[in-house]
């Protein structure tokens, strides 16, 4: 059995496949436009590996994605692939909308049409969530899980309760709107034409190869290259943060065990404020790479313009899966942003070539012939 995983070279998408390839030997198709964010150098450790196929191309590509689907057959799709960062959904909402919406709707059709091609299920087999053990994917079997943000529910005030999964959308910013789009059109393909679809609509993630354009990654990048913290607004701004490794456990068990056409909500209870997030990181270079001049890193502290249309807070209720499927996270936040700083610290080389794009190059030697 075949995994085809969309946007599997970006920040969790690739957590994703190094964690699955890990303790699974069932295959990776990995489709992947490699847009700035897309940075095979995070999978140099599968290079040779004939688990991982690394596929260069849009979800957004019809013939490309029948092609794959028709060859490697796969149980399930996970689909990563999309533009991630608010700031650039600000400036320049157009990719969002091509990738996040219409590239959506194109892969569900590509889906769709391998999905009906499927054989139907003998009656006994009918109830059966799909299983490695099984020799080739069925209708009933087949899994479309859409990774999805909680940005979709838009912003909470002070005292709201954390978002369910029966909160209402309201997204704020063409990113948030773009996600939200997608996850309607993965629940009408459900509705409309009965394809086994999942969602997942996750918090802020955190972890090992986070591009330094999101907070937490450009702190401590900024930090240690002596730069000012940019810090939004008053910085009281509340996000709920997921160590990126428990998303990944939380994808796999929703794909393992999730109801089909249900959603389900993924966080770790960490409602921080960004202004405690950034003093955390300080603290933390403090002791592991403390500054030459012995002053703290928080003295780099710059409150700057707010964001556009800034959410105040989000937080998730994640009590559905943790209760129908016995999802919990492994990490605390204190464990989670601990292993994330002393990972920037010990991987200067990853951040250089993603900051100056020479992992291009890199790419380019490595990968050569292995790219479709
Ligand atoms: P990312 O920007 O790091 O990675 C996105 C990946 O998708 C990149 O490898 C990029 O090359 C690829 N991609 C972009 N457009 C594509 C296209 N048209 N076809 C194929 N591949 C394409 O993003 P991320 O942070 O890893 O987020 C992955 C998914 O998780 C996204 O759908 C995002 O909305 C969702 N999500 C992210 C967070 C978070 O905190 N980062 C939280 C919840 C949900
Ligand atoms: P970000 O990591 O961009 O994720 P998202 O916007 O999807 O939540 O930002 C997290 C929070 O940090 C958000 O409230 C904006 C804020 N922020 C800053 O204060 N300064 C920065 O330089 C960045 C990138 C974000």
Known sequence: MTLLVTGGAGFIGANF?????????????????????????????????????????????????????????????????????????????GEFIETNIVGTFRLLESVRGYWSSLPVASVSDREQVPSRSETAPTQESFRFLHVSTDEVYGSLDKDDPAFSETHRYEPNSPYS?????????VRAWHHTYGLPVLTTNCSNNYGPYHFPEKLIPLMIVNALAGKPLPVYGDGMQVRDWLYVKDHCSAIRRVLEAGRLGEVYNVGGWNEKPNI?????????????????????????????????????????????????????????????????????????????????????????????????
């Open 177 to 185: 709107a773009s996600k939200a789009a997608s996850d309607h059109l």
């Open 276 to 372: 405690e997030i950034v003093k955390t990181v300080c603290v933390l270079l403090d002791e592991l790479r403390p500054r030459s001049d012995g002053k703290s890193y928080a003295e780099q502290i710059s409150y700057v313009t707010d964001r556009q249309g800034h959410d105040r807070r989000y937080a998730i209720d994640a009590r559905k899966l943790e209760a129908e499927l016995g999802w919990k996270p492994a990490e605390t936040f204190e464990t989670g942003i601990r292993k994330t700083v002393e990972w920037y610290l010990a991987n200067p080389e990853w951040v250089l070539h993603v900051q100056s794009g020479a992992y291009r190059e890199w790419v380019n030697k490595n990968y050569t012939g292995r790219l479709a």
């Open 17 to 93: 496949v190094l964690d699955w390839l890990a303790t699974s030997d069932e295959p990776v198709i990995n489709l992947d436009k490699l847009t700035y964010a897309g940075n095979p150098e995070t999978l140099a450790s599968l290079q040779g590996d004939v688990r991982h196929q690394l596929v260069q191309g849009d979800i957004g590509d019809t013939a490309l994605v029948s092609r794959l689907l028709a060859e490697h057959r796969p149980r399930a799709v996970v689909n990563f692939a999309a533009e991630s960062h608010v700031d650039r959904s600000i400036h320049g909402p």
